[in-house]
């Protein structure tokens, strides 16, 4: 049986400018290569769940009616738990230890114990459930009934089920805001997801996506939610205030399942049509790499304090474990004497060697800057408050370098005689992506 589916000088210069900056400091980052580094041997995988607190991994294992446990230091599997027959989803609820397994065949959920990777009790279910989700913060459990056309609520205390919410035809997958208290359901069959609010175990809001929505991931930092389309090869992004859609992401082929690290606010998702992972940058929403893994990947699940990604790959029997390291912004606070920030008005000799200083909150080594900065542009002179520059050193070519006593680095600027006259904007860009300024007037 195959898996269930599949930036003149004024005023308003230097406000853009300030904006510019601000925003980039806090929002920008510099990605760094996702890798593969380890692939684990399973048996049919195809959800996969971490308990990040306890470093597990927990993979379902839908031909043999198991859940895999694997330790997430070394990467080795620790044991095998018998559950229900055809198991499909996985969740966790890290602050009770519990892990709940949807057994697509047998009807039911599997309650186990992450302490003794025991069975605690198994739970009756709709028709054929699906996707599993799990708000912490209430202890509550979203079980998606496929063919039921409902999600079930199980009350995690007591395992009992405590309400059937009807959401859209073929549900599939589900998340949770746990800060909100909103549950979010792909409808595949009727292109929408439900919005549910967990206090009133009732739908609150429909939102047409792409064609077939599959799986669903959360950021309740940011408050967006992140939905696959499988039939349109699209991500569609959901303001969670709003619950209107912001933008679509050119997604691979038969975008699937979607995983989420709130902490760096990179989303993966898996696509099953070309065996590759998308890191999407929560930030701009844009695909900011794409990572090959094994044949027919279907679930990623994610560690935020590891910052690794296990990926279940159905055909080839694998998890991928993908390295993806947290991204880089420096902590730059302006320039240091003899350079004055904007809007001052630099003034200083044409030809003179500029010494800019300035700290990163630490030796970040040399190659800080980006490919082709620093630079500068010419710039109208306009009326601003002019300061000389009181400090220059030999000429010579321009060069970078820190001193760890002061934790200062210091960028010798050759500036050139014919400028003389004019006025000019330093660009300082780093490689995280920052964009910091300072005005010079040559004489």
Request: charge should be neutral; include cysteine; aromatic fraction near 8%.
């Amino acid at each position: 049986m195959t898996p269930f589916k599949t930036l003149a000088r004024n005023n308003s210069r230097y406000l853009l400018l300030a904006g510019i900056f601000l925003a980039l400091i806090l929002m920008v980052n510099l990605t760094l290569a996702a890798t593969v580094i380890d692939t684990i041997g399973v048996s049919s995988p195809i959800g996969v769940a971490v308990n990040a607190t306890t470093n597990r991994i927990y993979v379902a294992n839908y031909s043999g009616g198991t859940v895999t446990v694997v330790d997430g230091v070394t990467d080795t599997v620790l044991s095998t738990v018998v559950v229900g027959s055809i198991p499909n989803s996985v969740a966790v609820n890290p602050t009770t230890n519990r892990i709940y397994v949807s057994n697509n065949g047998s009807a039911n959920v599997t309650v186990i114990d992450g302490s003794t990777d025991t069975v605690l009790t198994t739970i009756s279910a709709g028709l054929n459930p699906a996707g599993i989700a799990v708000n912490s913060t209430t202890n509550r459990v979203y079980v998606v009934n496929n063919q039921s056309y409902n999600v079930m609520v199980i009350d995690g205390t007591t395992n009992t089920v405590v309400a059937t919410v009807p959401v859209g035809t073929t549900p599939t997958y589900v998340g949770v805001n746990p800060t909100t208290n909103r549950i979010y359901v792909a409808n595949d069959g009727s292109n929408t997801v439900s919005v549910i609010d967990g206090v009133s175990n009732s739908v609150i809001a429909t939102v047409p996506v792409g064609n077939n929505p599959y799986g669903v991931g959360v950021n309740p930092t940011t408050n967006r939610i992140y939905v696959a389309n499988n039939g349109s090869n699209t991500i569609s992004v959901i303001d969670g205030t709003s619950n209107t859609v912001m933008t679509t992401i050119a997604a691979g082929v038969s975008p699937n399942v979607v995983g989420m690290n709130s902490t760096s606010n990179r989303i993966y998702v898996t696509n099953l049509g070309n065996d590759t992972v998308l890191v999407i940058n929560g930030v701009t929403n844009t695909v900011v790499d794409t990572v090959p893994v094994d044949s027919q990947p279907y679930t990623p699940g994610v560690n935020p304090i590891t910052n690794r990604i296990y990926v279940a790959n159905y055909a080839s029997n694998t998890i991928s474990v993908i390295d993806d390291p947290p991204p880089i912004v420096y902590n730059f606070t302006g320039f240091f004497q003899p350079v004055d920030n904007l809007p001052t008005l630099n003034s200083v000799k044409a030809g003179s060697a500029v010494p800019i200083k300035f700290s990163l909150g630490g030796d970040q080594g040399l190659n800080i800057f980006a490919v082709g900065y620093p630079a500068s542009t010419p710039t109208a002179c306009g009326t601003t408050a002019v300061d000389a520059i009181e400090e220059t050193v030999n000429p010579g070519s321009s060069s970078l370098s820190y001193d760890a006593s002061s934790d200062r680095y210091t960028y010798v600027w050759k500036t050139s005689k014919s400028w003389a006259g004019t006025c000019r904007t330093l660009v300082v860009k780093l490689n995280d992506g920052s964009y910091h300024y300072a005005d010079f007037k040559f004489k």
